[in-house]
C-alpha cells in the first residue's frame, strides 16, 4: 500500500507541476517564445498573494479574486512594454529580456521581503484528508490542486479552440504577418497570451505558497519543473502538459520511495530518459 499511496500522491503532485506548465506552454504555443522569468513570476504571484491576505484578511484561496486579476494586468503590461518591442526574427533578444526579468524581480524580492522563507497559512484544508481505502488518504489540498489543473487547462483550450480570441493566439502563431494583414493587432494579441498565462501563474503561485515555503530564490525550481512538464508531456500540447505534470509528480514521488534523496534526481532521470526517447515528448501537438 505505500507504493500505491506514493503513486496516488505523485499524480496529485502532477497537477500542481501541469499548473507551473500551463502558462508556459501557452506562450512558447503563441510566441515561441521560452519565458525564463516564469519561475520568478509564479514565486512573485505567491509574494502578492501573501501581501493580499495579510492586507486583507482574506483566505489565500479566495485571496485569487485580487491576485489573478492583478497578475493577469502586470503579465499585459510587461509584455506591451518589455517583450514585444524585441519579438521578431531574432529569438535571442526576448529571451535576453525575460532573463533581465527574472535577474530583477529576484532581486526586487530580496529587497523587499528579505530572505526569509514564507508560507500561507491556509487553515484546516492543509492536513484534511479522504480516505479512499484502508490506508490510503488523498489529502484536500493535493486534490483541490489537481482538480484546479483539469479545470484550467480544459478552460484554455475552450479559449483556444472556440473564441475569437483563441482564432487570433492560433492565426498569430501560424503567420504572424499574414494575421496582421488581417488587421490582428500582433502587440495586443501578445499581450493578452501574456495575461492569460499571468493569470494562470497567479493560481500557481497561491497553490505554491499554501503547499511549501518560499524565497525569493524559488523561481528557478519552479521553472524547472515547469520546463520539464512541458517538454514530457510534448510542446504546444496543453493536456499533454498534464500528463506531463503527472509523469513527473509519479517519478518523484518514487524515487522519494525509494530515498529521500532520490525524489528530484528520479523526476530529472525520467525527463532525459523521455527526452531520449522522444525528443517531441510524448504527446506532441501535431501540425
Known amino acids: ?51 493580499v491576505v495579510q492586507l486583507t484578511g482574506l483566505h489565500p484561496l479566495v485571496s485569487a479574486l485580487v491576485v489573478v486579476p492583478l497578475m493577469a494586468l502586470i503579465g499585459y503590461g510587461m ?23 527574472s535577474v530583477i524581480l529576484q532581486n526586487g524580492l530580496l529587497a523587499v521581503f528579505t530572505a526569509d522563507s514564507r508560507r500561507l497559512a ?9 480516505q479512499v481505502l484502508p490506508g490510503l488518504h488523498v489529502g484536500v489540498l493535493p486534490l483541490l490542486m ?13 479559449i483556444f479552440s472556440r473564441t475569437s480570441l483563441g482564432r487570433a493566439f492560433r492565426a498569430t502563431s501560424d503567420d504572424p504577418e ?20 499571468a493569470a494562470v501563474v497567479a493560481i500557481a503561485g497561491i497553490f505554491l505558497a499554501i503547499r511549501t515555503n518560499f524565497d525569493p530564490a524559488s523561481g528557478p525550481a519552479r521553472l524547472l519543473f515547469g520546463f520539464e512538464a512541458v517538454i514530457i508531456g510534448g510542446l504546444g500540447n496543453l493536456w499533454g502538459t498534464l500528463a506531463g505534470g503527472i509523469v513527473l509528480g509519479v517519478a518523484q514521488a518514487i524515487g522519494a520511495q525509494i530515498s529521500p534523496g532520490w525524489q528530484i534526481l528520479a523526476g530529472h532521470l525520467v525527463f532525459f530518459l523521455v527526452l531520449a526517447i522522444r525528443p517531441r515528448g510524448l504527446f506532441p501537438r501535431m501540425d
Do not use: C
Not at 502532477?14 to 516564469?38: D, K, Q
Not at 509584455?79 to 526579468?101: C, H, M
Open 1 to 51: 500500500m505505500d507504493w500505491v499511496n506514493a503513486i496516488v500522491q505523485g499524480i496529485l503532485l502532477g497537477g500542481l507541476y501541469a499548473l507551473f506548465a500551463a502558462g508556459l506552454s501557452l506562450i512558447f504555443g503563441v510566441m515561441r517564445l521560452v519565458n525564463i522569468a516564469h519561475g520568478d513570476l509564479i514565486v512573485a504571484a505567491a509574494y502578492l498573494a501573501l501581501v
Open 122 to 130: 491556509a487553515g484546516s484544508i492543509e492536513t484534511a484528508s479522504i
Open 178 to 197: 499574414v494575421a496582421q494583414l488581417m488587421m490582428l493587432d500582433r502587440a495586443h494579441v501578445f499581450g493578452m497570451a501574456m495575461a492569460l498565462s
Open 146 to 158: 489537481f482538480v484546479a489543473a483539469i479545470v484550467i487547462i480544459f478552460g484554455l483550450e475552450r
Open 79 to 101: 509584455q506591451r512594454l518589455l517583450l514585444n518591442p524585441t519579438i521578431g526574427k531574432d529569438l535571442l533578444s526576448p529571451l535576453l529580456v525575460t532573463f533581465g526579468i
